[in-house]
């Protein structure tokens, strides 16, 4: 069946990826041009009522795997479009099967969420316009444990120049990991960067993210499972130094 549950036993991939090969990505050659209405139909209906204007996708989970934090998503915050980036075809594939099972199952159900295949280190500026973005998740990403591979890693001074200009003044950026190492590594670039500022966990009492983060995914429940503990982070978005100048474009 077309709308059939997704099983991952047909679906598994080694859990790392070389994010500097990518080829055979189809990736919009500028946000302007991408097909939004393709991933979120109920939201862009083809006879839109006068004065309709579809909302713009405002969260990204980067590296979204399997799709756990994009249900949630879905759920807590149903008027929000909520897009996973996954570079690894078979996850993505899954992931997209995921979501358009559940909404065959129940058609009200995560109409606001999408999965693409992509790849955040080299093509986000594609997607998302300048101060697009609210919500940025970087939820258990590759450690890249060997330091010939730490250029691998999602988090770097030159990427968050652009996650930088795709999150809005005051948007958030949730991160969560089990690798102490990875932890600091995440911490101390985001501290030492112009566009970013730290949010203390205490501030964020209220927010109904923060404690689910750590067990939404496949790989956080893996670390609960083996007894080790998640570390989160969370940043906000400053103001731009120089809003007029534009990140570089990879191709």
């Not at 948007?171 to 990991?177: A, K, M, Q, S």
């Not at 570390?231 to 990140?247: D, H, K, Q, S, Y």
């Amino acid at each position: 069946m077309a709308d059939a549950p997704p099983q991952k036993r047909f679906y598994r991939q080694r859990a790392h990826a070389n994010p500097l090969a990518d080829r055979g990505l189809s990736v919009p050659p500028r946000p302007q041009d991408m097909d939004w209405a393709s991933l979120f139909p109920d939201f862009f209906p083809a006879d839109p009522p006068p004065g309709y204007s579809p909302p713009s996708v405002e969260t990204l989970d980067v590296g979204c795997g399997y799709g756990g934090l994009l249900v949630l998503l879905s759920a807590l915050f149903p008027q929000d479009l909520a897009l996973g980036l996954e570079l690894r075809p078979r996850v993505a594939a899954f992931t997209a099967q995921r979501i358009r099972s559940l909404r065959a199952q129940e058609p009200s159900r995560c109409q606001n969420v999408a999965c693409v295949r992509g790849n955040a280190m080299r093509n986000l500026p594609h997607f998302f316009r300048r101060a697009q973005l609210r919500r940025l998740f970087f939820l258990f990403p590759d450690p890249h444990f060997k330091r010939t591979k730490h250029k691998w890693r999602i988090i770097s001074p030159a990427l968050l120049a652009e996650y930088g200009y795709v999150l809005r003044p005051g948007g958030l950026v949730y991160t969560v990991t089990d690798v102490p190492e990875l932890h600091q590594w995440m911490v101390k670039h985001f501290r030492e960067h112009p566009l970013f500022e730290e949010v203390a966990l205490g501030q964020l009492a209220s927010d109904p993210l923060l404690s689910l983060l750590g067990t939404v995914t496949e790989e956080g429940v893996r670390a609960q499972r083996g007894g080790r503990t998640p570390l989160p982070a969370v940043f906000r978005g400053a103001p731009p130094i120089n809003p007029m100048v534009p990140p570089p474009v990879h191709h």
